[in-house]
């Protein structure tokens, strides 16, 4: 019987510390790679109206408005599309996601 418990306990321990891609994880990888790629990281706004799809594959692709500082420190309203891709490892780490395509129009 303990036998049996020490082997659910297990189970259920790797089980919760490995995680699956899925949409949040998405964003967040996405999120990363929208920060490096603008100017003025500091400050970068979210309109928080994300879109996310996935495309199968452990693809997806991230949609939102962000506000973001121009050359000249004026706030630009600009459209970001980010496609990233789960390779290995913890879903919820970004480094375990690669940026396949980044567009800012």
């Known amino acids: 019987m303990r ?3 020490l082997i659910f306990g297990l189970l259920a321990f790797f089980s919760c510390t490995s995680s699956e891609p899925n949409e949040a994880n998405a ?3 996405a999120r990363s790679a929208i920060i490096q790629k603008v100017k003025n990281p ?3 706004k979210f309109h928080h109206n994300e879109v996310i799809s996935n495309l199968g594959y452990n693809t997806f692709q991230y949609q939102e408005t962000i506000n973001a500082t121009n ?3 004026g706030s630009i309203k600009k459209n970001a599309v980010v496609k990233v891709k789960w390779i290995k490892g913890d879903a919820s780490e970004v480094s375990s996601w690669i940026i396949e395509d980044i567009y800012i129009y």
Do not use: Q, R, V, W
């Open 3 to 5: 036998k049996l418990l």
């Open 27 to 29: 964003k967040n990888a």
């Open 42 to 44: 500091t400050d970068l």
């Open 71 to 73: 050359g000249f420190g």
